[in-house]
């Protein structure tokens, strides 16, 4: 009887779940692995009665298993536990839930890619546990750097291996991550939030012209939203207590230069106004009602009009 190990995803996430799960596989003694080429789960089925008593371990690869359909009823009782000889490998583009009923409990494993946190904070602490977990050691800035230039979870898992190579065991930083990640799209973003922190027009109208022929402003406002709340805090905070906020914010050397930069040259009313202006324009942007580029452009430029310096 064959157990089913469900892996739902897409694109290279999807592969790198099946890539991962065959070698896993073949860790525990499975020795053939075969594609499936029936049309139905009667087909598929009949594959685990063909083989012989000692035969070894082995693994069916099923691709776009949506196209089965929901698993009969019938079938509920040849499904087993972990433990058997014969695994099906069920790739699906969708949330198998609908196709493998919950009724059949441990007897399914649903293998799907990691979930990555939208903003960038929650990212970088998403990547600095998937850095320990490999051994790599990164500073703050370099994650935080990754986590603005990089979205895609599987694109951001292959970086970060990418660095850890490349930096030979020793400390991946900022320059690593610039020279071997940051591409034409993330070096444009870089110098947006620089150009908006030392109140340069035109840096900033250069950028945003790169930008808004390549990128949606919801890849962006993320990044926005954190660079500007740095300044928020430290235009409030001073001596020890702008220590405190530092240590708190996991604040790099680089963040709360420009933070501080940005605190100077802007009331702090402004700044305010900004962060709560792209907290505004992301909610309404994911519901479908933002203004867009525009909207973003507005707020940016309202807020170098206020400079002070």
Known sequence: MPHLI?????????????????????????????????????DLLDISRTGGLFEDRRAVVVEAADALGPLPEEFFGEVTGAGSSVVYLLVFDEDPSKTLPAV???????????????????????LEREARSRRIKATPGALYLLAECVEDPEEMSGELDKLGLASGGAVVDEDLVKA????????????????????????VIEALSSLRRRDEPLKILSALHKRMRIAMYLSKAQGDLRKAAETALDITQYQGKTGLEAA???????????????????????????????????EIFRLLASRRI
Do not use: H
């Open 6 to 42: 469900a892996l739902t995803g897409s694109g290279s996430t999807q592969r790198r779940l099946l890539s991962d799960c065959i070698v896993e596989l073949k860790g525990k003694g499975f020795e053939s692995f075969e594609r499936f080429s029936g049309e139905s789960w009667q």
């Open 104 to 126: 059949l409990g441990g007897r399914i494993s649903i293998r799907k890619p990691p979930k990555i946190p939208y903003w960038v904070d929650s990212r970088v602490q998403w």
């Open 180 to 203: 071997l990640t940051v591409d034409e799209g993330g070096r444009q973003m870089l110098a947006l939030l620089d150009g908006i922190c030392r109140g340069d027009t035109a840096a």
């Open 264 to 298: 100077r040259i802007f009331p702090p009313v402004a700044i305010r106004d900004f962060v709560l202006g792209m907290a505004r324009e992301s909610a309404s942007g994911k519901s479908g009602l933002g203004s867009g580029w525009n909207g973003v452009e507005l």
